[in-house]
T-cell receptor, first 111, second 113 residues
């Protein structure tokens, strides 16, 4: 079955710097790659997603890139702010009923 | 937040007792999911449902059962709780399954002593 690995497990950056979180997946048939953000004590919420027919997608300060050949995708956050501090989860799916999540990255943005 | 609630929000129980967690949605979404969240493991799928009375196992289904008799309700049962089932449990709903947005409930913190 699908396996999703996520790195790093923790990431600390200075406010204003960029942050990059990387995920790899095992099943080349996967075609949907969402990213969820979970603030402390809250529920996970979708922040951006990308499908396999697109190489990059941007939404203001966040972007996701996909490399199908290497089977990895990344989340990029530019001009980080303290409110970006949270746990971020990547996930993958291949037109099936379920998502497989990575183990999460705890991002801390220091002022 | 989508119309999704979980009950109870917190529960402390003893090893060997049965426990049922409830997920209720008002969005009429077809898919419903139960995940557990543990440090270092992320979100792991326990069971999911793709329609009334239609359910399937996830990656960590041992020791859990589910039922969905109505579109709006998805129940997760621990027949005989163990300490390894101490976790935060999230329900999620989705209109179109794994390639669509999942909306999560607020979570249930379960402690098994």
């Amino acid at each position: 079955g699908e396996n999703v690995e996520q790195h790093p497990s923790t990431l600390s950056v200075q406010e204003g710097d960029s942050a990059v979180i990387k995920c790899t997946y095992s099943d080349s048939a996967s075609n949907y790659f969402p990213w969820y953000k979970q603030e402390l004590g809250k529920r996970p919420q979708l922040i951006i997603d990308i499908r396999s027919n697109v190489g990059e997608k941007k939404d203001q300060r966040i972007a996701v890139t996909l490399n199908k050949t290497a089977k990895h995708f990344s989340l990029h956050i530019t001009e980080t702010q303290p409110e970006d501090s949270a746990v971020y989860f990547c996930a993958a799916s291949k037109n099936t009923d379920k998502l497989i999540f990575g183990t999460g990255t705890r991002l801390q943005v220091f002022p | 937040d989508a119309g999704i609630t979980q009950s109870p929000r917190h529960k402390v129980t003893e090893t060997g007792t049965p426990v049922t967690l409830r997920c209720h949605q008002t969005e009429n979404h077809r898919y419903m999911y139960w995940y557990r969240q543990d440090p270092g493991h992320g979100l792991r799928l326990i069971h999911y449902s793709y329609g009334v009375k239609d359910t399937d196992k996830g990656e960590v289904s041992d020791g859990y059962s589910v039922s969905r008799s109505k579109t709006e309700d998805f129940l997760l049962t621990l027949e005989s709780a163990t300490s390894s089932q101490t976790s935060v449990y999230f329900c999620a709903i989705s209109r179109a399954g794994g390639t669509d947005t999942q909306y999560f409930g607020p979570g249930t913190r379960l402690t098994v002593l």
